[in-house]
């Protein structure tokens, strides 16, 4: 599978780390995640997502699982997310 994202994108040259704000949208395999702005490191596979955070994955059974969040760190190799809160 492979990512791909919308919205307003930067990347850093030495780092390559990306950063995507304005409505970003990034999906990845089954998963997909909404933000108002995301800082995205493709070496860790860790996407920091900030501002209204939506985390959609649909499971190996075929159940969706919705995950709400104003920050939430997602690892889209492995699917675990981090979140103080969520709902």
Do not use: C, M
């Not at 930067?10 to 949208?25: E, F």
């Amino acid at each position: 599978a492979r990512w791909v994202a919308s919205g307003l994108i930067r990347r850093t040259g030495k780092t390559n780390i990306a950063t995507a704000q304005n409505g970003v949208i990034v999906r990845y395999g089954a998963a997909t995640l909404t933000a108002n702005r995301i800082q995205f490191d493709p070496a860790t596979h860790i996407i920091e997502a900030e501002g209204d955070v939506s985390v959609q994955q649909v499971r190996p059974d075929g159940r969706a699982v919705l995950w709400r969040g104003e920050t939430i760190r997602y690892d889209y190799v492995t699917g675990q997310l981090e979140a103080e809160k969520f709902r």
